[in-house]
């Protein structure tokens, strides 16, 4: 019940395909490469997520509940990272904070930080990333001190929060990329259905807790809320997080989203 993707296929080969296909190469039981949690290539769907370093490549299995069949770049620093977060060598870290390159819309440029944690709505824990540029975003094309980055967001169809007891609405076409257990990317939708691109790519995988991988397993969907530059800050612990995002809602510096695991 393996899902070979044409990407993956490009990559091993057509005959080390076809094994996998046949079974005689498939993994049987695995741990999921994105949940983390027991799966069997014999009794559910299984994706094929091959990683490509600058030297070396991996070959991994997931749920295709969680991602599908895909290849997924990473540099080979975090390729050896990833192979000990698969093969039980490492226990990970719990890091919270990772700067990426995000394009705002088609054109712009920005960097952003973001942070993963867990938000409390309804007695029900939320596994919630938080996106906060490092300076005020431009309209691109346009010059001068003003900060468009949460009018450019609603125009993506994100929404302003002015209660965060309230789970974000769903936000068609984007999703969160997360492989080997690490956050790679949040994705939104191409120009005129070329499908997914990278709206947010980390310049290293995040690290997310085992608590927060548990929660999204639990509700197949991620809330991303963000915020302009100065909003929010770095806050060590989840509840100096969630009093930063309400300070953020009441000041109508907030906007949020929820969206699925990449392939859900």
């Keep these: 019940m393996l899902d070979v993707s044409d990407d993956v296929r490009a990559e091993i080969g057509d005959e080390e395909a076809d094994l996998l296909l046949a079974g005689d190469n498939a993994p049987g039981s695995y741990d999921c490469t994105s949940c983390r949690t027991p799966g069997n290539s014999e009794r559910e769907r299984t994706s094929t997520v091959l990683f490509v370093g600058e030297e070396t490549a991996v070959l991994a299995f997931a749920h295709a509940t969680c991602i599908p069949s895909q290849v997924v770049t990473v540099s080979e620093e975090q390729l050896q990272g990833a192979v000990a977060s698969i093969t039980g ?13 995000a394009p705002p819309v088609p054109g712009g440029q920005a960097v952003l930080g973001i942070t993963s944690g867990l938000v409390l709505i309804g007695g029900d824990l939320h596994p919630a990333l938080v996106v906060e540029p490092t300076a005020p975003i431009a309209r691109p094309g346009t010059t001068g001190p003003g900060d468009d980055f949460l009018p450019l967001l609603i125009e993506q169809g994100f929404i302003p929060v002015t209660n965060t007891a309230e789970v974000p609405s769903p936000l068609a ?53 963000a915020a302009p530059v100065g909003s929010i800050g770095q806050q060590p612990r989840e509840d100096l997080l969630r009093d930063a995002l309400d300070k953020a809602a009441a000041a109508g510096k907030l906007v949020a989203a929820s969206m699925p695991l990449a392939g859900t």
Excluded at 89 to 101: C, H, K, Q, R, V
């Design 173 to 225: 076409g984007w999703s969160v990329l997360l492989a080997a257990g690490q956050l790679h990317a949040v994705l939104q939708p191409g120009s005129e259905g070329s499908g997914q691109v990278a709206w947010w790519q980390a310049h290293q995988a995040l690290s997310v807790t085992d608590g927060w991988r548990a929660a999204v397993n639990r509700t197949q969907r991620v809330l991303l809320y």
């Design 89 to 101: 060598d490492s226990p990970g870290t719990a890091a919270a904070t990772a700067d990426g390159t």
